[in-house]
């Protein structure tokens, strides 16, 4: 089994006669050169999960699965330690630096990857999302068949996140405090930006720690958009400590595991769909 899981593409309408040539065209960064290659190596998978060749008929619509590869992939540090493990879930604290899922320069390097490997179980799912330079912990659905209850607690906000983040000191405002604003697409593309209008988006913030230079908030999102706390925390006027996107774009740099964002997802609280229990996970790290 290969560690790092499978892309998938529902083959698009085309005159191609080569399930190869469709993806040739498809992908058209990627030389035929290397389709080839991967197609020798078994990397490119029909639906029943058998190897193509490369003069496998295309029909479009039908599932083709492949293994993405990247050149050069740089390692990431970083321990993924599993907070817990059972039938239906797997709960993990996450490093800083690491993505969840593959996407762009990382495909092995990633939570997602990493997990499979360890466990050799391909149907591991993550159940939300962190951004790669945030640390904390993340919920993987373990099993299809109870996927959805799990990700129905995020759809319908029956579950409670805590974050810790360290950020410049903001004595004028009274803590804690509600802090709602609309978040829409920004540029680059990665970026997100708060505009004027209907709020989509609100966190609740307070202070647990107060230094010189730092204070430590603990932040609990109602909502989940992209790069919502960051925003709302260099929107009062105090970024996260390293944080390289918000309240400007840094120059481009290598990560530097000496300044990791200063964000942590500390925990998840939430009643088991399945039992009825409480459940509460709690990150082992520490923000300094």
């Known amino acids: 089994m290969s560690p790092t899981p499978a892309s998938t593409l529902h083959l698009p309408p085309g005159a191609w006669s080569t399930v190869l040539d469709c993806l040739c065209d498809h992908f058209a960064a990627i030389p035929r050169e290397r389709w080839l290659d991967r197609i020798a190596r078994g990397r490119v998978l029909d639906a029943d999960g058998a190897p193509i060749t490369a003069k496998t008929p295309y ?5 083709v699965h492949y293994f993405r590869e ?10 993924v330690r599993v907070l817990h ?12 630096f690491l993505p969840v899922t593959p996407a762009g320069a990382y495909v092995t390097q990633t939570v997602l990857a990493r997990l499979v490997a360890a466990t050799g179980n391909s149907d591991l799912v993550p159940l939300h999302r962190l951004d790669r330079l945030t640390s904390g912990v993340l919920l993987f ?19 409670g996140k805590t974050y810790e983040a360290l950020a410049p000191p903001l004595p004028e405002l009274d803590f804690p405090l509600v802090r709602r604003s609309r978040i829409e697409r920004g540029e680059p593309f990665f970026r997100m930006r708060e505009v004027p209008g209907e709020p989509n988006s609100e966190t609740r913030i307070e202070v ?11 932040l609990r999102p109602v909502t989940g958009r992209k790069h919502q706390l960051r925003l709302h925390m260099a929107g009062l006027g105090a970024p996260i400590a390293n ?15 000496a300044r990791p964002l200063q964000l942590l997802a500390s925990a998840l609280d ?8 409480p459940r509460h996970f709690e990150s082992s790290r520490v923000l300094r």
């Open 70 to 79: 990247v050149a050069d992939e740089p390692t990431i540090p970083g321990e």
């Open 243 to 257: 944080d390289p996107l918000y309240p400007q774009l840094a120059a481009s740099a290598p990560d530097d595991p």
């Open 208 to 218: 647990i720690g107060r230094d010189a230079s730092l204070w430590r908030y603990r």
């Open 59 to 63: 029909r479009v619509g039908v599932p």
């Open 141 to 159: 659905s373990s099993r299809p068949d109870t996927r959805d209850a799990y990700q129905r607690l995020f759809r319908e906000r029956r579950i």
């Open 270 to 277: 939430f009643v088991d769909p399945l039992t009825g229990e």
């Open 85 to 96: 493990a059972d039938e239906h879930l797997v709960v993990v604290d996450k490093p800083p």
